[in-house]
C-alpha cells in the first residue's frame, strides 16, 4: 500500500522548522516515507486538537531529539 500522504484526497495541516545556531542552519534526512534520504527541515503533520506551537515543538524532538 502506498502512503495516503503522497497523493492525498484532503490537504494535510503540517509544520516544520528553521532551527539556526552560531548562522547554521539544521537539516534532517528522511529516514522513511516517501521521501527516504531526502534531506529536509525537521517537521511533520500536526495531530487533532495540538497547536501549532505544540507541533512544531514535537516533530523537532521526535525528529532530533533536541528540545525547542
Avoid: C, H, N, Q
Amino acid at each position: 500500500m502506498s502512503d495516503p500522504r503522497a497523493y492525498p484526497d484532503r490537504p494535510f495541516l503540517a509544520v516544520s522548522a528553521a532551527v539556526i545556531r552560531d548562522g547554521k542552519v539544521l537539516i534532517i534526512r528522511r529516514a522513511a516515507g516517501i521521501a527516504t534520504g531526502i534531506y529536509t527541515l525537521p517537521g511533520g503533520v500536526v495531530e487533532a486538537g495540538e497547536t501549532l506551537t505544540d507541533a512544531v515543538v514535537r516533530e523537532v524532538r521526535e525528529e532530533t531529539a533536541l528540545e525547542i
